[in-house]
């Protein structure tokens, strides 16, 4: 039996010489690349910014810096740094096709910025987790997929340590009862180890009124 032939409508066709165009989103992919996640306090990261040609035909774009934004937002989408927010050029037109690629690199130094605010004396955001984006200004639909960093808290001195602990007197017999092994409160040997059960008393004594003790000695 003949086999039924499954057809599309093929693709329209690419007019190469005719008058070029602004570039769509789709026909741009824009990343976004951090040097890396972890940035510590008073330090700076440098943020790549590609933009590759991901269409069929030939398009006009804005190649210059200020068409190029990198925006740093908190975790609740505010913008807390900008590169929009400084000049980064005048607008340079271009056409782009297959495999061509415009890049940008900026620097941010875990600080805010404001509109015509460049100085580098900005505040300093808090530590935690913010998010990178990149776009392509005059298409605001070709932006990257945003990619997390953390700015680490300010590490803080720690606590000195105790020095152990001396021996006081407790701890050495003297107070408690005990003492170490074979020794008296009184520094005499007893000649008993430590932990030993106590030894039976001795038969009592008793002494006269005589000016020599021994004299008087009565024992039982």
Known sequence: EPLEAHKILPPA???LDGPSVACHSSALAVTVS???RRLAPGGSLDI??????NGRRPCLIDGGDANK???VLDAD???????????A????DMLIGDGDILTRKVRWGGVRSAPDVCTADQPAVSPGVYSIVARVVDTPSAVSDPVTV????????????SPAPSLSPASDGAGDG????????GGAATGIPAGAPEPSPSPSVEYGGGPDPEANFTGH
Do not use: K, Y
């Open 13 to 15: 066709p690419t007019v």
């Open 34 to 36: 951090p040097e890396a």
């Open 48 to 53: 790549g910014m590609d933009i590759a040609f």
């Open 69 to 71: 934004q990198i925006d």
């Open 77 to 87: 989408g505010n913008v807390v740094w900008s590169s929009a927010h400084c000049p």
């Open 89 to 92: 050029g005048a607008r340079t």
């Open 150 to 161: 953390t700015l680490r808290a300010p590490i803080t001195p720690q606590t000195a340590l």
């Open 178 to 185: 005990t003492a170490p092994d074979g020794v008296t409160d």
